[in-house]
């Protein structure tokens, strides 16, 4: 995504939960909003959203096993992609196809708090792995250091808050 930014594709956004850092193609939530605010807005269609997708994964997860990686990645990322691809693919054509699905049980709320807590400290390694990929890139560290980077991000924040959630100028 690094790349992608810097050579100018700004239509394109991650959504990440709080472990990641805000980034200009990284949008998270925005932690204690208050209530009825933009923020709370903007928040609540995030979290809704990221929980969409997490379902989802959990749903693929569990119909195919190759996805459990017992949050390691055992393939490169590019291969992962594909695999995971691969298995929504398959998960389409079994459902067009009225195959059965296997039954299984989810506590959503433990099930999803337990991934948080979890995904923390990985989330921390990612950063640092997409730092360092930065740096081989050849992209100016520093100048993300600095907090231009974080000053972007910002504003995109605020752009979508406004345009999107009602968020009035301050």
């Known amino acids: 995504m690094i790349r992608l930014w810097d050579s100018g594709n700004r239509s394109t956004w991650l959504l990440g939960d709080s472990g990641y850092p805000l980034e200009p193609w990284l949008m998270t939530?925005?932690?204690?909003?208050?209530?009825e605010s933009a923020e709370a807005r903007y928040t609540q269609c995030h979290s809704s959203?990221?929980?969409?997708?997490?379902?989802?994964?959990?749903?693929?997860?569990?119909?195919?096993?190759?996805l459990l990686g017992h949050r390691v990645l055992h393939y490169d990322p590019i291969m992962a992609a594909n695999i995971t691809v691969a298995c929504a693919v398959l998960h389409n054509i079994r459902l067009n196809a009225n195959i059965m699905h296997v039954e299984f049980d989810i506590d959503e709320e433990g099930e999803a708090e337990a991934q948080q807590r979890a995904l923390l400290p990985n989330n921390i390694q990612v950063y640092e792995r997409i730092r360092v990929q930065a740096e081989l890139a050849g992209a100016d560290v520093?100048?993300?250091?600095?907090?231009?980077?974080?000053?972007?991000?910002?504003?995109?924040?605020?752009?979508?808050?406004?345009?999107?959630?009602?968020l009035r100028n301050m």
Do not use: S
Not at 29 to 35: L, M, T
Not at 56 to 64: A, D, E, Q, S, T
């Open 29 to 35: 939530p925005i932690i204690n909003a208050p209530e």
């Open 49 to 66: 959203t990221r929980n969409c997708v997490e379902r989802m994964f959990g749903l693929l997860k569990n119909v195919w096993r190759c």
């Open 142 to 166: 520093e100048h993300y250091v600095n907090g231009d980077r974080m000053a972007e991000a910002r504003r995109i924040q605020r752009q979508i808050l406004r345009t999107q959630f009602g």
